[in-house]
């Protein structure tokens, strides 16, 4: 049995504040630093081998503070960060309401048709997010695995393993700061299944 344990990052400053983050920089804030350590003590008991993490430094300090009981080195990858939204980010999605209101219309609503110039759709996002973790289960068959993202990215992920169309994408369970959800790849059958979705377990 496979198992990949998706880790979306703790809130940080611009989460507090309704700004876009995309592949910008932001930081925990105290109350992420507060999520990252309760996660922690509830994945004390599990131990990994594999410890993977996006290259942005909220994902870094998440993955410092949840699994530092881990000793595997933490492998950071590119392909982990969160969908990359281009000229929004920085910026506070009240204010691109005001300038761009049926793209953020789009943003939130119709995800699957959504595209603004030099920002990835959700379908390249979900397309980048498979190909890396189709690559770690092959490479990690029979191991218990730590992957810690970001909420669109990891949302993807699920989406594609439980059927949803992108045009349902951010419908519940909602992907909060700090959740943790499973996938179980049986030895037997190779299909990945949803065991537990933002730390809902089976019946989400």
């Not at 990994?48 to 881990?70: E, G, K, N, Y």
């Not at 943790?180 to 990945?192: A, F, M, R």
């Given at each position: ?119 990835e759709t959700f379908h390249a996002l979900q397309r980048r997010a498979l190909a ?73």
């Amino acid at each position: 049995m496979t198992r990949l344990h998706l880790i979306r990052h703790g809130e940080t400053n611009w989460n507090a504040e309704g700004r876009v983050q995309g592949q910008l920089e932001s930081v925990l804030s105290e109350l992420g630093q507060q999520q990252a350590v309760e996660l922690q003590k509830k994945l004390a008991a599990t131990r990994f081998d594999r410890v993977f993490s996006s290259t942005s430094t909220r994902a870094r300090q998440t993955t410092a503070l949840a699994l530092s009981h881990c000793e595997q080195p933490v492998r950071y990858q590119d392909d982990l960060r969160e969908i990359m939204l281009g000229r929004w980010e920085g910026f506070l999605y009240a204010d691109i309401e005001k300038v761009e209101p049926q793209a953020v219309f789009a943003f939130r609503n119709t995800p699957d048709v959504f595209n603004i110039e030099g920002a990835e759709t959700f379908h390249a996002l979900q397309r980048r997010a498979l190909a890396a973790v189709e690559t770690i289960l092959k490479n990690c068959e029979g191991m218990e695995i730590a992957l810690v993202s970001h909420g669109a990215w990891i949302k993807s992920v699920l989406s594609h393993y439980e059927g949803r169309p992108l045009s349902r994408f951010w419908e519940p369970p909602r992907m909060h700061n700090c959740c943790h959800s499973i996938i179980e790849v049986s030895t037997d059958s190779g299909t990945p299944r949803i065991v537990r979705y933002a730390d809902l377990d089976e019946g989400f």
